[in-house]
Structures are given as structure tokens and as C-alpha cells.
């Protein structure tokens, strides 16, 4: 499975952004998809994931009313969209992949990551 992120930018505070994330290879089996975000100096955390059929969704709390994760299975790719942005939202965002749901915030259980792509809020 390849990921390959993208969308990320330079956005003011309270602007809006919309990341994408388009996988092949073996998308069969990929039933999760992620996103997570590193700040740098920090650790990387969790932000949003969603299972392939689109019925569950997990927000990490703060990004939750702001942030919307989504999925268009035709072209395998997933969404997020982040509005109300904030310069505490700056990192590079990452999207990954997995085949099981418990435990869905750890990053070590996913199995497949892009490459990254930054966001940068100014204040």
C-alpha cells in the first residue's frame, strides 16, 4: 500500500484547509485511514481516522467541531477538512493506514504512512 498525502499550506488563523490522501496498491486491505500530525519538538498524535465503509469516525478532542475526516472509496482517497484553523494546529500531517479499529489513537498500529505534508497556521 502506498499513501500519498497532500494539500497542506500556508493558511491564516481561522481559515480552513483541506488535506487529501490517495491510496493504491493493495487497498484491499486497508480498513482504516488515519491522520495523524507532528509539531516539531513534539510527539506524533493522533487527529481523525475513519473505516473504510465511512459508518465510524474518531476525532481526536481537540480538533473535534473543527476538523471533518471523509472518504471517497471510488477513487480510494480520504479527507480532511479543517476549518476554524489555529497556530497550535502547525505540523506536518500524516496519513496512515491499517486493518483493525481497536486502539485506533496509537500510531504504532497502523501499518502503512505517507510521506507528510505541511500546514502552517499563522497567527
Known amino acids: 500500500v502506498q499513501l500519498q498525502a497532500s494539500g497542506g499550506g500556508l493558511v491564516q488563523a481561522g481559515g480552513s484547509l483541506r488535506l487529501s490522501c490517495a491510496a493504491s496498491?493493495?487497498?484491499?486491505?486497508?480498513?482504516?485511514m488515519g491522520w495523524f500530525r507532528q509539531a516539531p519538538g513534539k510527539e506524533r498524535e493522533f487527529v481523525a481516522a475513519i473505516n473504510w465503509s465511512g459508518d465510524r469516525v474518531f476525532y481526536a478532542d481537540s480538533v473535534k467541531g473543527r476538523f471533518t475526516i471523509s472518504r471517497d472509496n471510488a477513487k480510494n482517497t480520504v479527507f480532511l477538512q479543517m476549518t476554524s484553523l489555529k497556530p497550535e494546529d502547525t505540523a506536518v500531517y500524516y496519513c496512515?493506514?491499517?486493518?483493525?479499529?481497536?486502539?485506533?489513537?496509537?500510531?504504532?498500529?497502523?501499518?502503512?504512512w505517507g510521506q507528510g505534508t505541511l500546514v502552517t497556521v499563522s497567527s
Open positions: 496512515a493506514s491499517r486493518r483493525t479499529i481497536p486502539d485506533i489513537e496509537l500510531p504504532g498500529l497502523y501499518d502503512y
Open positions: 496498491g493493495r487497498t484491499s486491505s486497508i480498513y482504516v
